[in-house]
């Protein structure tokens, strides 16, 4: 299921073992380079220590109650993860984040990213346009694949080809209906056909 990222902030994370929460979530870390989402930031009273994370591996499932693990000894420090530490202190987000497409062309920022509930991959970004191209346009969906290059603070994108360029400027062309315009010539009635 796709679900916005955000929607998954201030989750509680249950505990199998005692059937309480034990945490909440408060971001998430993700690796720019693969847009997964390698572990959840978590807060609450009961941490030993702060930061504390949840690793997408130790998630025995998500429910609609939270996340479920089996113990708190599933929570580890940012000594525990080491492939995200590097992640976590460049404080990278894609919430913000400058899109472009491999022509140079700005395409706006991005508001918000749309994740894959089984995989915690990142599969879209929503992206807004940018002020003026607002009036006129809606807003941008992207897809991981058009995806080329993801930077601390911009992303690439393919650009549109031609065909879709063509195709998005008929698209925008007002419909004549050739019926109207021309005066069609007109049946004769019945009776003039009698003489």
């Given at each position: 299921m796709?679900?916005?990222?955000?929607?998954?902030?201030?989750?509680?994370?249950?505990?199998?073992?005692t059937?309480?929460?034990?945490?909440q979530?408060?971001?998430?870390?993700?690796?720019?380079?693969?847009?997964?989402?390698?572990?959840?930031?978590?807060?609450?009273?009961?941490?030993?220590?702060?930061?504390?994370?949840?690793?997408?591996?130790?998630?025995?499932?998500?429910?609609?109650?939270?996340f479920?693990?089996?113990?708190?000894?599933?929570?580890?420090?940012?000594?525990?993860i080491?492939?995200?530490?590097?992640?976590?202190?460049?404080?990278?987000?894609?919430?913000?984040?400058?899109?472009?497409?491999d022509?140079?062309?700005?395409?706006?920022?991005?508001?918000?990213?749309?994740m894959?509930?089984?995989t915690?991959?990142?599969?879209?970004?929503?992206?807004?346009?940018?002020?003026?191209?607002?009036?006129?346009?809606?807003?941008?969906?992207?897809?991981?694949?058009?995806i080329v290059d993801?930077?601390?603070?911009?992303?690439?994108?393919?650009?549109?080809?031609?065909?879709?360029?063509?195709?998005?400027?008929?698209?925008?062309?007002?419909?004549?209906?050739p019926?109207?315009?021309?005066?069609?010539p007109?049946?004769?009635s019945?009776?003039?056909d009698?003489?």
């Amino acid at each position: 299921m796709l679900l916005v990222t955000s929607e998954l902030f201030d989750m509680p994370v249950m505990s199998l073992q005692t059937g309480a929460e034990i945490a909440q979530t408060s971001s998430a870390i993700i690796d720019l380079a693969t847009l997964h989402i390698l572990a959840y930031e978590l807060s609450g009273a009961q941490l030993d220590s702060h930061p504390s994370f949840l690793r997408i591996e130790d998630i025995r499932e998500l429910s609609d109650i939270g996340f479920i693990v089996d113990s708190s000894d599933e929570i580890v420090t940012l000594d525990d993860i080491v492939v995200a530490k590097d992640i976590y202190t460049k404080h990278a987000r894609l919430e913000g984040m400058h899109v472009f497409d491999d022509h140079g062309t700005k395409l706006g920022k991005v508001l918000q990213s749309i994740m894959s509930t089984h995989t915690f991959r990142i599969e879209q970004l929503q992206v807004s346009r940018p002020f003026l191209q607002s009036f006129t346009e809606t807003g941008l969906l992207i897809h991981r694949e058009q995806i080329v290059d993801v930077t601390d603070d911009t992303i690439v994108v393919r650009a549109a080809s031609n065909d879709n360029q063509q195709r998005a400027k008929l698209e925008k062309q007002p419909f004549i209906n050739p019926f109207r315009g021309a005066s069609s010539p007109q049946p004769e009635s019945a009776k003039a056909d009698r003489r």
